[in-house]
């Protein structure tokens, strides 16, 4: 598994452990549970991954487009339980701030979510995510100050190995045009 994918998974467990553990008892399994395991419990899978290139094929490799699946299993007569534990974890992950070492999160979206469904009288939930991560070089600690027309907006930024500031404008991570030099 390559390292990106290795520092993602011990930041979804964490925050898996932190907050579902009490409610998905049979754990958080990467690609299979062990057999018999106790219900319920959820199985993720990264399904893809697409680097991102922000200057082009020829530029270092600036970050990482990935595809999680998650599959929750519960063996209840009905899906009751199995719709609880489905809005447990997309309460958790919708947006989530999931700590990667080395790396930033840029996002964490929802992608799809199947409709529960029951297999040999399991049900069943899909939900996948796209993680945008990215490496970085410094975080900058003040805040910046820009102005577009008409208005004044505050932003927080991280400046990444390409020179480009990244900032958090109303909300919504945006590529400031604007290329910094470092002199160290």
């Not at 553990?21 to 549970?33: A, I, P, V």
């Not at 009905?78 to 447990?88: E, F, K, Q």
């Not at 991560?133 to 927080?156: D, G």
């Not at 900032?167 to 590529?175: E, F, I, P, R, S």
Request: net charge negative; with cysteine.
């Amino acid at each position: 598994m390559a390292n990106f994918l290795t520092n993602l998974e011990t930041g979804i467990k964490t925050l898996f452990d932190a907050n579902l553990s009490n409610s998905l008892t049979g754990g958080l399994w990467y690609n299979e549970s062990k057999p018999k395991n106790s219900f319920p419990y959820c199985v993720y899978s990264f399904l893809g991954d697409k680097p991102m290139y922000w200057f082009g094929k020829d530029t270092p490799r600036d970050g990482e487009d990935i595809l999680i699946q998650f599959t929750i299993f519960d063996k209840s007569s009905s899906a009751i339980n199995i719709n609880s534990y489905t809005n447990l974890l997309l309460t958790l992950f919708d947006w989530a701030d999931v700590s990667v070492p080395y790396y930033t999160l840029m996002e964490m979206r929802r992608d799809t979510t199947l409709p529960p469904f029951k297999v040999n009288n399991v049900w069943q939930s899909v939900i996948t995510y796209r993680v945008k991560i990215s490496r970085i070089i410094l975080e900058l600690q003040e805040i910046v100050s820009y102005t577009y027309p008409n208005t004044l907006a505050q932003a927080h930024g991280t400046l990444y190995d390409d020179g480009y500031l990244w900032v958090l404008m109303n909300g919504t991570k945006t590529l400031n045009p604007v290329k910094f030099l470092l002199i160290i």
